[in-house]
């Protein structure tokens, strides 16, 4: 006998560009099974599902659900909620209430913890259920994934505004530094190198998290860079950190800010961009210095979505619906790489894949550790989509001096 019941989706952590395509593939694929009386979504995440802040979905038109999917943010809210136990036995009561046999949750590794959790809980108190995490983060640090949706359009929108800033520079050089969101890998840092087409491109240099870094080495890189080049861009992840882990931020200023969860407020604000642009200022003695921190632009652009992204995150919400009515399972969907370049989709155990987080991988950083390698560029080339647009020079000769 078919499991039946309703479905309920909700979406949580950090908006993403493609967010809604998985929301849409979920809502349209589930239409399909005769087994689901009704399609829900919860406003708001997790927080909206206790407070049983409920919508209809089964009453949305299809044509309306297609133009949404292309809007990016969430359209069902979102949540930083961090659900305990005592949480997610909370939520269990109200699915059972609302006769919920269905749960997608689309989100991140803090996301996947909770299907885990609410999962558990639910088999513990004997309730027939189902639940699946649908992957989604800029950050690209889900394990098992070879990436997530989410990634790959804000990685255009970097590569796109560091190929911009190249051009600006080129014209009128100084010294550029781009503060990129990332506290713990820095793939969406790394995706700054993705526009260079020139030898002479930036960014010329690249900090990640996974490597330590030092005031001293980074200003060495700068002088020589801006000796080389007569100019400098620079792509700084805001999770860079020194030989011990702590945050680059707090060794500049005593005034950081620290979230509801203790851990140091980095995005949001421009200062770590700040006091690393005074630093090359009175260090180097170089006048045009310039910063800015990218902060929420990167992560719901519209007008600069890859196609290979949108195309993800609508089958990895249609493929979590198969696995849960199809097969009856639980678990987390993840998209693997396969030939070149395709994909295919798998369901992996949630606590494979629950408050993990993946870093760059040795092989995508260069010796030096301030620049990538070009296996990241042939990682990351198709995640960017079809058309990226290509800069152009003046390549006429110079015409010979007469006076000088």
Do not use: W
Not at 196 to 219: N, V
Not at 226 to 236: F, L, S
């Amino acid at each position: 006998m078919k499991l039946e019941g309703k479905v309920l989706i909700a979406q949580g952590g950090g908006p993403t560009a493609v967010i809604n395509q998985s929301l849409v593939g979920a809502v349209l694929e589930a239409r399909k099974f005769p087994q689901v009386t009704r399609i829900y979504g919860a406003l708001h995440g997790v927080h909206g599902i206790i407070n049983e802040d409920f919508i209809d979905l089964t009453q949305e038109t299809e044509q309306n659900l297609e133009l949404i999917a292309r809007t990016p943010s969430s359209a069902l809210l979102t949540t930083r909620d961090k659900p305990d136990e005592a949480y997610c036995k909370e939520i269990v009561r109200v699915l059972k209430a609302h006769d919920i046999r269905f749960f997608f949750y689309i989100g991140g590794n803090d996301s996947a913890d909770t299907v885990r959790i609410v999962n558990e809980e639910a088999q513990n108190s004997d309730y027939d259920f189902r639940a699946i995490h649908i992957p989604k983060t800029i950050d690209n640090d889900l394990l098992v994934s070879d990436h997530t949706p989410g990634y790959g359009s804000a990685a255009r929108f970097v590569a796109s505004a560091f190929a911009g800033v190249n051009l600006d520079n080129r014209a009128l050089p100084g010294v550029y530094i781009g503060i990129v969101m990332g506290r713990h890998a820095g793939f969406l840092t790394a995706a700054a190198a993705m526009g260079q087409k020139y030898d002479d491109d930036g960014p010329h240099l690249i900090y990640l998290p996974e490597r330590p870094f030092t005031q001293e080495k980074f200003l060495k890189d700068v002088k020589e860079s801006y000796e080389r080049y007569g100019r400098c861009i620079i792509a700084v992840s805001e999770g860079i950190v020194d030989e011990s882990g702590t945050p680059i931020i707090t060794q500049l200023t005593e005034n950081v800010e620290r979230d509801a969860h203790g851990n140091v407020q980095l995005s949001g604000t421009g200062i770590l961009g700040d006091l690393l642009a005074d630093l090359v200022r009175d260090k180097l003695e170089i006048k045009r210095v310039r910063s800015d921190t990218f902060g929420y632009l990167q992560r719901s652009f519209l007008g600069i979505v890859s196609d290979v992204d949108q195309r993800e995150a609508r089958e990895v919400g249609a493929k979590a619906v198969h696995f849960a009515l199809v097969h009856g399972k639980d678990g987390s969907v993840s998209i693997n790489r396969v030939g070149n370049y395709a994909v295919e989709y798998r369901l992996e155990r949630l606590v494979d894949v629950a408050r993990h987080t993946k870093s760059m991988p040795d092989s995508f950083i260069n010796e030096a550790g301030n620049h990538i390698t070009d296996e990241f560029r042939k990682y990351a080339e198709p995640l960017l989509g079809t058309d990226f647009p290509q800069p152009y020079r003046v390549m006429a000769p110079k015409v010979e001096k007469i006076l000088k």
